[in-house]
């Protein structure tokens, strides 16, 4: 017994019997832990290409020594054109010819190059004092004092096109409050306290979130609705932001909650005919039909095919990618031609669906769409539908952008303002309006929808 726990020294043989087998069992699952780890070792890494890893979290290769990317860009003058209405012209004439030195006339010499220059003048703030008179009325005696000017009364001294200007750079640019008091101060000539941006935001809230609540009303009355999230920060806390994409609106809300309890409140009872998501559970059973995105479809076939698929995952993504090719020439096929095309690529999908693939992978993707088949090809049907949900990922980018800037939001203020004022410039560039002009139509309290 020499070598043996001390309490297993005394232990029966039935109790010795026992141990080895409770160790044989251990053994067991540390040998297929051990193989999974192998097995996951074997794996090719997912990136942009294969999965939704976003491009920046990739491991970027050193350049070799002296390699260097040539890129061909176009010159000044070759895409800029002239202004048909300059502010000032200057012609240069030939005073003497520089080989005879004899004079040379004005009226013999002929345009032969027109180029410009274009220069920022001094920017100044413009000051407006507004002095009130009042005085006793001469006939009753009572005081008076004279009424501001409409767009004059007196509060904060910053205008209008101040506070627009600050919501731009802070909202579409990310530039903190400190950086924007040092370049209020230094471009402008404006000294503004970090209080004072705050309260220019703070004083706006309202004129946004009644713009917010009408931009709402437009998705929940749009046949297609496309969905997507990412994560955030509040308060130093993980939450979520959600936007939702509808043809003539986007709601952009942050949350704490992950889950399908968002969408339900963003949409309270309405249900879209079509809801256009990726796969993640919550984003599921939202309207009538649902459209799987594509190229989040594309990207998880390739890494099927680089683990080692070869029976399911290839012939699958060559489909979703003559689809997809389908649906960019979608306008150019009749309602006849198109439909033909939507039930050869369904009955294709069952044919690949009867396969039994025998890489891991391979059959996970198998059996999703053996349960989402019937989401794959609806933008075939309805020409509203967009066969990916790009145009969400598109109106999230600046949010992540913002993040990674600002490390997030100290607020739930914060983060319910910012949510506004992005669906507010979103849904403004539908309707072709720039980001500066959609944040000075919300000050004014005009919408930004047309009627």
């Known amino acids: 017994m020499e070598g043996l726990e001390p309490s297993l020294q005394s232990a029966t043989r039935e109790e010795l019997l026992a141990k080895i087998v409770e160790q044989a069992e251990e053994i067991e699952q540390l040998k297929a832990a051990v193989l999974e780890l192998q097995r996951r070792l074997g794996r090719p890494k997912k990136d ?52 005879c030195e004899k004079e040379v006339e004005k009226a013999i010499q002929g345009v032969c190059d027109i180029y410009e220059r274009l220069e920022i003048p001094p920017v100044k703030v413009i000051t407006t004092r507004i002095n009130i008179f009042g005085c006793d009325c001469p006939h009753c005696g009572k005081g008076l004092r004279a009424d501001a000017p409409e767009g004059m009364e007196k509060g904060s001294p910053f205008g209008r096109s101040i506070d627009a200007l600050v919501l731009l750079l802070h909202y579409t640019q990310a530039v903190s409050y400190k950086r924007l008091k040092e370049l209020m101060s230094e471009v402008f000539s404006l000294e503004i306290s970090q209080g004072a941006i705050r309260n220019i935001i703070n004083r706006s809230k309202e004129r946004f979130e009644e713009r917010g609540k009408e931009i709402m009303e437009v998705v929940r009355g749009s046949p297609v609705v496309c969905s997507d999230e990412t994560g955030t920060r509040v ?117 690949l669906l009867s396969r039994e693939p025998t890489d891991k992978e391979g059959i996970r993707l198998r059996n999703r769409y053996m349960k989402h088949a019937d989401g794959l090809f609806v933008f075939l049907a309805d020409r509203n539908v967009p066969y990916t949900n790009n145009v969400s990922e598109r109106s999230i980018r600046m949010s992540k952008m913002f993040l990674k800037v600002t490390n997030g939001f100290r607020s739930v203020w914060g983060a319910d303002m910012f949510g506004a004022v992005r669906s507010v410039i979103n849904t403004g560039k539908i309707h072709g309006l720039s980001p500066y002009e959609s944040i000075v139509a919300t000050l004014e309290g005009r919408s930004i929808i047309p009627a």
């Not at 294969?50 to 890129?71: A, M």
């Not at 990726?278 to 939202?286: E, N």
């Open 48 to 99: 942009s290409t294969n999965s939704s890893v976003p491009p920046s979290q990739e491991q970027k290769e050193n350049k070799k020594p002296g390699e260097k990317k040539k890129r061909k860009r176009r010159g000044f003058s070759s895409w800029r054109e002239l202004n048909p209405n300059p502010d000032k012209v200057v012609d240069a004439y030939i005073d003497s010819c520089p080989h």
């Open 235 to 351: 308060e130093g806390s993980k939450w979520w932001e959600w936007v939702f994409v509808a043809e003539d609106a986007v709601v952009h809300v942050i949350r704490d909650s992950r889950g399908r309890k968002v969408v339900e409140e963003v949409l309270e009872e309405y249900e879209p005919n079509v809801w256009v998501s990726d796969l993640y559970g919550a984003q599921l059973s939202h309207g009538e039909k649902y459209q799987v995105c594509l190229a989040h479809q594309i990207r998880d076939l390739k890494y099927a095919v680089d683990c080692g698929d070869r029976v399911f995952a290839p012939d699958m993504r060559e489909l979703l990618c003559e689809a997809m090719d389908a649906g960019k020439h979608r306008d150019t096929l009749d309602n006849q031609t198109l439909e033909e095309r939507r039930r050869g690529f369904e009955q294709r999908v069952e044919e």
